[in-house]
């Protein structure tokens, strides 16, 4: 039996996709999409996360 997916899963699985297609990211060039994808997924952890 699996566990549904949380939202912070969700939000990871697309940080992770989008860094995997982007050439930009790719490349190690700053991604304006990275960085919104990235506070998303931060701010689906949890302020308890942020600091651990």
């Known amino acids: 039996m699996t566990t549904p ?3 912070a899963d969700s939000a990871y699985r697309t940080l ?6 982007c050439a930009a990211c790719r490349a190690g060039v700053a991604c304006p999409t990275n960085v919104r994808l990235a ?3 931060r701010a689906a ?6 600091h651990h």
Not at 16 to 21: L, R
Not at 45 to 50: C, D, E, H, N, V
């Open 5 to 7: 997916p949380t939202a």
């Open 39 to 41: 506070r998303a997924w």
């Open 16 to 21: 992770i996709g989008h860094t995997y297609a």
């Open 45 to 50: 952890r949890g302020p308890w996360k942020a």
